[in-house]
């Protein structure tokens, strides 16, 4: 799901903000390998693929996530 949504340049459009990737070509055995911190704002993610470049800003995850805790928080960066 996370690759699917990768939200950098080579995955999505900058200007449109369409996905540029075939969710058919992500298999569903693909995993996040690592998860680094990016400063206070994102996650950056390293996926079985070998892929790596997105940037995941907490308030995108929070987005991306229907869970009900991340409902209940629209928008919110508390964890
Ligand atoms: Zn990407
Ligand atoms: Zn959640």
Redesign the pocket.
Known sequence: ML?RH???????DEWTGESL?DPGAVPETLGATRADVVGNYALSFSFSDG?G??IYTFEMLRKLCHCKDCEHHPGSETN
């Open positions: 690759r990768c939200p950098c340049a080579l995955c999505k990737l892929h470049t997105g």
